[in-house]
């Protein structure tokens, strides 16, 4: 069983006919709606494409509605791409219109840019390939200094180097988008460049209003996003590190400390974490990725990122079954390195909740007992969360009769969603239905020790209280 979860970007090249079935059939398990790009047409459609592909595949995958934010372009050239060259002057004028670019300035998408930048500033477009220095203000015109050079085409986007830009996290289009998103069954909405915990807070408020349940993906993408990375991971449910725009932001040096340390923060709150950008960007346009992305992807792995993600290589490559497939062999060839979780230790944190407790038991239990599988029977897949957070080799089933809950959870490391409506089966009888379903799924055999996390309540969520040890075999036999 693969422990790590792949998340796959929908767009015009899994919109061939019976790819998401290869995509599903190669690994994926969670797909990614970029709001960015398309309209909302387009998302409805494959919201419904990925609903359909999954049933057929008798397969759980989750589905994640990235918002736009306030991503800063310019606008367009009035006769196309420009090259600048190094030394020359470029402005940036914010009241000048777009497709009214030249060879000496163009317009930008954000109009308060000129509010946000000072003279000795440096201005990074294209994620860096074109490096500005600002040498004054005036007005609505920014006056800079190519320092770096190059072609430069529409819409490209624009970072300060440092961060410190003012722009709010969510946007008009963002809230219409939030809206459309969970109309279609979205089970993540991702926040993109939050800067403090309140910017994920306003997105949740936003989720309620609109009846939604959805979690929510905080995009640590800005400067600022690291100096509140506690808080912000502590309102999330869930981090993604955008090591594009971030690494433009924080620079190329300090974006694999980073990372690490993200990964590190995330787990130790109990929240998970996505890796994502240009993790195998080659296969775009090859069928096999490059032996340093091979290498970037199983150091996500190895530093615990509960999944790793695809963007272009899926949504607009030429072999995107091929890179799920890739993306998922390299990540077992990872994972049988991974440390031994006998020598894992457990949070150093005070348990709040009984069904935490639970949790934390069955891991420690199970780590040195040689279990062959944990099965934990959930209502908010909580338990299932807290298990993931500590190292271990024994898989995880989380057993939930709700469809939100079985999503949700496709993006935990180590769980594997198993629909089980437990309130249709006898109290007295549901070690043995549990059993049976695994046993079914060739999880475990007789003779194998399985750890059954439940509550005496059944469908009520934060119930869970209990914790049995059974062997397969013994136990059917004892309950029939």
Request: charged content about 25%.
């Amino acid at each position: 069983m693969r422990r790590t979860k792949i998340v796959a970007t929908l767009g015009p090249a899994t919109d061939q006919d019976g790819m998401l079935a290869r995509l599903i059939e190669a690994g994926l398990d969670a797909a990614r709606l970029n709001y960015s790009h398309g309209d909302v047409a387009d998302h409805a459609r494959r919201a419904r494409a990925v609903r359909a592909a999954a049933a057929a595949a008798g397969r759980e995958i989750g589905l994640i509605a990235d918002l736009q934010g306030p991503k800063i372009r310019l606008e367009c050239f009035r006769d196309g791409p420009v090259t600048l060259v190094e030394g020359a002057r470029f402005v940036i004028d914010a009241e000048l219109g777009d497709h009214h670019g030249t060879q000496a300035e163009v317009g930008v998408t954000y109009k308060a840019l000129p509010g946000d930048v000072h003279a000795g500033d440096t201005l990074l477009v294209d994620d860096g390939r074109i490096v500005l220095q600002v040498e004054r203000v005036q007005g609505a015109r920014i006056e800079t200094t190519v320092q770096i050079g190059g072609p430069l085409s529409n819409h490209k986007g624009i970072n300060r180097q440092g961060g410190g830009l003012s722009a709010p996290a969510l946007t008009h289009k963002d809230r219409e988008d939030l809206v459309h998103a969970l109309a279609h069954g979205a089970d993540y909405i991702a926040v993109s460049f939050p800067r403090t915990a309140e910017d994920i807070e306003s997105a949740r408020q936003l989720i309620k209003a609109a009846g939604g349940r959805a979690g929510i993906i905080a995009k640590m993408e800005r400067a600022e996003a690291l100096d509140h990375a506690a808080e912000i991971i502590a309102a999330s449910d869930c981090i993604m590190i955008a090591r594009g725009d971030l690494g433009v932001e924080i620079g190329d040096a300090r974006l694999p400390p980073a990372q690490k340390m993200l990964v590190a923060m995330a787990r130790r709150q109990f929240r998970t974490v996505i890796t994502a950008t240009q993790m195998m960007e080659s296969m775009i346009e090859h069928p096999l990725p490059t032996r340093a992305e091979v290498f970037d992807v199983a150091n996500a792995v190895l530093d615990g990122t509960d999944a790793v993600m695809l963007s272009g290589e899926t949504s607009v490559g030429a072999y995107p079954d091929k890179a799920v497939a890739a993306m998922s062999r390299i990540c077992l060839g990872a994972e049988r390195e991974w440390s031994n979780p006998q020598s894992s230790t457990l949070p150093d944190v005070a348990f709040e909740r009984v069904d935490q407790a639970i949790a934390m038991s069955a891991i420690y239990c199970g780590n040195r007992m040689g279990v062959k599988a944990i099965a934990a029977l959930t209502e908010s897949g909580a338990t299932p969360l807290w298990m993931s957070r500590v190292n271990t080799a024994i898989p995880i089933f989380a057993l939930a009769r709700e469809a939100a809950t079985l999503r949700r959870v496709t993006l935990y490391r180590d769980v594997v969603p198993v629909e089980f409506d437990f309130n249709s089966v006898p109290y007295d009888g549901v070690t043995q239905e549990v059993l049976r379903v695994l046993k079914a799924r060739g999880a475990v055999s007789d003779g194998d020790r399985v750890i059954i996390t439940k509550g005496d309540l059944h469908g009520y969520s934060g119930s869970t209280n209990g914790l049995k040890i059974v062997t397969v075999g013994e136990a059917v036999a004892a309950a029939g």
